[in-house]
C-alpha cells in the first residue's frame, strides 16, 4: 500500500494526521520535521521561493525523515502540475478551487489518459524506472493524494459538488484567503469566517470527505478544527517556528540578566 494510500484510510478511520510546513530552502529542514514525528510535511510551492530543484529536493528529504510530502503548486494548471508528479510526491494541492470544473480539471492533470490528460514522462515517480510501466500506472492513482484547497466563498458555497468529484481524496481549508472573500482579511475567528468554517466542516463530514487545515500554530484554532473532526493538521512552519523560539530565547536571556 502506498503512503498515500495508507494516510487516507487512517483519515477515514477518523485518525488525525499531523504535519507542518517548510518554506525554507535547505531540505535538511524536511527530514528534521519528519524526525521530529511530523507525518507529513506540505512543501509549499506557491508562496515561497521554492524552485522545482529544491521542491524534489524537500520530497527525498521528506521521505528519509519518514514524513509524507505534500506540494503546494502555484495555480491549478496541469503545466504546473505535471513536473511536480513526476517528483512523486504522495499529494499534490491545488490551490484557490471554486468549482466542480475546476476539481475535475485539477484530477484530471494527475491522471494518465483515458481518465485524464496527463503526459507520460514520469522520473522520480516510477523510482527511476525501476518499476514497470504496467507496475508504475496500474497504482499511480493511489499513490498521490489529489487536495483541493478551499479557500473563497464561491468555493464553499460549491463544496457539495467539488467534493463529489471523481478523484478528490480530500480538502484543505485556507482561512485567509477565505476571509478575504468575504471582505474580512486575516480575521479568521470573527464570527462569519468561523461559520463558514463550521458549514465546510458539517458538508464534510456528512458526506465522509477527509478534510485538512493549514495554518500557523495557535492552540485556540488547534482546539477549534479537532472540535470539527478535521482529518489532518498542517501547524505552523520553518519560518514561524524560528521566529518564535528566537524571541523566547532573547526574552529569557533579559530577564535572567535583568534579576541578577
Known sequence: ???????????????????????????SVSEQ??????????????????????IMGHIIACRAGNAASFVRIPWNDPV?????????PDGIVFPFIRTAEEAKNAVAACRYPPKGIRG?????????????????????????????QIEHIDAVNNLAQIIAVDGVDTIVVGTNDLSGS??????????????????????????????????GYDKNNIADWIRRGVSWMGAGNDVSY???????????????KAAM
Open 120 to 148: 507520460f514522462g514520469p522520473r522520480r515517480a516510477n523510482m527511476y524506472g525501476t518499476l514497470s510501466n504496467d507496475e508504475y500506472i496500474n497504482n499511480v492513482d493511489a499513490s498521490i493524494l489529489k487536495i483541493m
Open 33 to 54: 520535521m519528519g524526525a521530529l514525528g511530523f507525518e507529513f510535511v506540505w512543501i509549499d510551492g506557491e508562496h515561497s521561493p521554492l524552485d522545482k530543484q529544491m
Open 242 to 256: 524560528i521566529t518564535q523560539a528566537g524571541i523566547e530565547t532573547i526574552k529569557i536571556v533579559r530577564e535572567i
Open 182 to 215: 468575504i471582505g474580512l482579511l486575516g480575521q479568521t475567528r470573527h464570527p462569519q469566517v468561523t461559520a463558514l468554517l463550521d458549514r465546510i466542516a458539517d458538508i464534510c463530514n456528512k458526506a465522509g470527505m477527509p478534510f485538512g487545515i493549514s495554518m
Open 80 to 88: 504546473l502540475a505535471k513536473p511536480i508528479l513526476e517528483m512523486g
Open 1 to 27: 500500500m502506498s503512503r498515500a494510500s495508507e494516510l487516507l484510510r487512517r483519515m477515514k478511520k477518523g485518525e488525525l494526521i499531523i504535519g507542518t510546513h517548510v518554506n525554507l530552502s535547505d531540505i
